[in-house]
């Protein structure tokens, strides 16, 4: 599951992690061979001492070495070098996601565009069961950031706009996502029952992430895999990963939790895709096949109808033109989508055009 690399990488090295600088693996495997870039890179929290509750407890912080940078500009150069490194290694269409806060996203977001990245959107994960703010001198911070981004403007992102619609019952997805962090039995423990890694990531919101942005068999990278949450779910989504790593400790946490991780099967790996990315089938398909014969009438719902010819167009009275344009102009419409517009009779039952359609394209899978 784990290797070093230190030259320059002959294959792909799928579904393993790498022990090693974020830059420096980046730069070792081929350009434009990576999907899609899910980074949660340090924050620079900036903690300038001990947090404790109320009951004067210590409240388990980030305050491990790989989040303390000696200034901004240290911490600039360090976002611009790892930022880099993941648009070399993305593909021309790939896309990235990197999430922070306050502390850190903003400087991203200008690294990301200063860089050549096309901000796509900024999603605000708001928490369900945020960390009070013990002090109580500022807001409870009750949400992170982050920003999805192509690697170009012209780049063809991929975005499974149907299938985020059926996660959230049916409605459009907004930008704000409202999920738990990280408790109970998904949180990773160590050999003490202590948290593996301060600062894991639910899996909820990589699973949100991946079904928006990826399709099975794509390859997704995290440069700070931390305790392997973007591994997990790439498996169960049939999604392959590379993962980077420099703490061999957390190394070790992510590759036990990889090894208890299943694929889900095929069928449970579809999502729902929308008509623009099914392929295109013209009507005079259906004319061609004799699947529809040229004089035969179609008719719409309200009673309206029309003749095919045997070009793929029809005709109704003194207008001529595409399944689309003759519906729209009886309708007296701006446009109207001609496959659920027009149906036709067999057997005495009244049948939807796109019937056919269908049938043709499941021919082409």
């Known amino acids: 599951m784990t290797m070093t690399m230190t030259g320059a990488a002959k294959a792909l090295p799928l579904n393993q992690i790498l022990c090693g600088d974020s830059v420096e693996m980046m730069n070792s495997l081929p350009e434009g061979s990576v999907d899609l870039v899910f980074a949660d890179p340090p924050y620079n929290l900036q903690l ?14 980030v305050d491990d070495a790989w989040d303390r940078f000696a200034s901004f500009e240290t911490y ?32 991203v977001g200008a690294a990301l565009q200063t860089q050549g990245y096309w901000i796509l959107n ?12 013990f002090r109580g001198k500022r ?14 403007e012209a780049a063809k992102y991929t975005f499974n706009y149907e299938a985020l619609k059926a996660l959230n019952d049916g409605i ?13 039995h998904e949180r990773i423990k160590d050999a003490n029952g202590d948290k593996a890694h301060p600062t894991q990531k639910p899996q909820s919101l990589l699973h949100r992430v ?11 990278l995290d440069p700070f895999f931390g305790s392997g949450t973007t591994g997990a779910v790439a498996k169960m989504l049939g999604r392959d990963f590379i993962g980077i790593e420099r703490d061999p400790g957390y190394i070790e946490v992510a590759t036990r939790r990889l090894a ?29 096949r004799g699947m529809l014969r040229p004089g035969e009438v179609l008719t ?10 045997a070009d793929g167009t029809l005709i109704a009275d003194k207008v001529k033109g595409s399944i689309h344009q003759v519906g729209a102009a009886l309708e007296g419409a701006p446009s109207c989508n001609g496959w659920t517009y027009w149906c036709f009779r067999r057997e005495g039952k009244t049948v939807p055009i796109d019937l056919l359609r269908q049938q043709i394209r499941s021919e082409m899978t």
Request: hydrophobic letters at 40%; glycine letters at 4%.
């Open 48 to 61: 300038k001492s001990e947090l404790h509750r109320p009951d004067n407890s210590k409240v388990d912080a």
């Open 172 to 184: 459009q997805m907004r930008s704000d996502w409202t999920l738990p962090i990280c408790t109970g």
């Open 210 to 220: 991946l079904i928006a942005s990826t399709n099975p068999g794509d390859v997704v």
């Open 139 to 152: 807001l409870t911070n009750a949400h992170e950031t982050m920003i999805w981004a192509s690697r170009d």
């Open 260 to 288: 208890d991780v299943r694929k889900f099967d095929k069928a449970a790996l579809e999502v729902s895709t929308s008509k623009r990315a099914e392929p295109r089938v013209p009507f005079g398909q259906l004319v061609e």
């Open 300 to 309: 719409s719902i309200n009673g309206k109808s029309a003749k095919v010819r």
């Open 76 to 107: 600039d150069a360090f976002t611009n070098a790892w930022l880099a490194a993941a648009r070399r290694v993305l593909k021309p269409n790939g896309a990235i996601w990197v999430i922070g806060s306050y502390h850190n996203i903003f400087r």
């Open 122 to 133: 900024d999603v605000v994960w708001r928490k369900s069961n945020p960390m009070p703010n």
